[in-house]
């Protein structure tokens, strides 16, 4: 078992750069590969982005691409996503999730066994 827990989230100005963090315990954090999924209302939860166990390797969708980073320490058994010039379409309840590191399909879902509860990010225009 890993519990997640995300913490950054609130109210955010367009432009603004907020970190959220995700904190891990359980299971050794570094054996798992790591992602960020993003919920708004009405609609389907999307990928946002995903590292490797090492944090060697990373994607990020196409939407965020350029303006959110996602990083991992492994001494701190967290993942972060730096987020930069934040738009009103980046509102979203944000969740990190943890996958078995030899699926390799990182983008759906479904290859993500653990999740965090979510912390909300509201970007005001």
């Known amino acids: 078992q890993v519990q997640l827990v995300e913490s950054g989230g609130g109210l955010v100005q367009t432009g603004g750069s907020p970190r959220l963090s995700c904190t891990a315990s359980?299971?050794?954090?570094?054996?798992?590969?790591m992602g960020w999924f993003r919920q708004a209302p009405g609609k389907e939860r999307e990928f946002v982005a995903a590292l490797s166990w090492s944090g060697g390797t990373t994607w990020h969708a196409s939407s965020v691409k350029g303006r959110f980073t996602i990083s991992r320490n492994n001494v701190r058994n967290t993942v972060y996503l730096q987020m930069n010039s934040l738009k009103p379409g980046d509102t979203a309840v944000y969740y990190c999730?943890?996958?078995?590191?030899?699926?390799?399909?990182?983008?759906?879902?479904?290859?993500?066994?653990?999740w965090g509860q979510g912390t909300q990010v509201t970007v005001s225009s």
């Open positions: 999730a943890a996958r078995e590191s030899t699926i390799v399909e990182v983008t759906e879902p479904r290859s993500y066994a653990y």
């Open positions: 359980g299971r050794t954090f570094s054996s798992y590969a």
